[in-house]
């Protein structure tokens, strides 16, 4: 069993700056992908940004130059930093992890969500 937490979300102002991190923990061979998602209220759930284990980043558009995701294996945490926040970033944001087990097989977890808001 994987158990993921995550931390750092609360209110901001527009222009403010938080950063959030998640640690996975439980037993596991390894992490292979590590990601971000946010879901606003009424709106789909979407990729914010994506680490691999080795490193490879995809941002989505909207926060491209703003945010930052990096993580520590050492860890098994990864972090988003955020900066210049916008109150369309106001959402539920979620850690995703890819755990890899001894058997090789891969699965998928979720985080319980950190809430963002951005006030104008």
């Known amino acids: 069993q994987v158990s993921l937490v995550e931390s750092g979300g609360g209110l901001v102002q527009a222009g403010g700056s938080l950063r959030l991190s998640c640690a996975a923990s439980?037993?596991?061979?390894?992490?292979?992908?590590m990601a971000w998602y946010r879901q606003a209220p009424g709106k789909q759930r979407e990729l914010v940004a994506k680490i691999t284990r080795i490193g490879v980043i995809n941002y989505a558009d909207s926060v491209k130059g703003r945010v930052t995701i990096s993580r520590d294996n050492a860890k098994n945490t990864v972090y988003l930093q955020n900066n210049s926040l916008k109150p369309e970033d106001t959402a539920v944001y979620y850690c995703?992890?890819?755990?890899?087990?001894?058997?090789?097989?891969?699965?998928?977890?979720w985080g319980q969500g950190t809430q963002v808001t951005v006030s104008s």
């Open positions: 995703y992890v890819v755990i890899m087990n001894s058997l090789g097989r891969t699965y998928q977890y």
């Open positions: 439980g037993s596991f061979f390894r992490i292979d992908d």
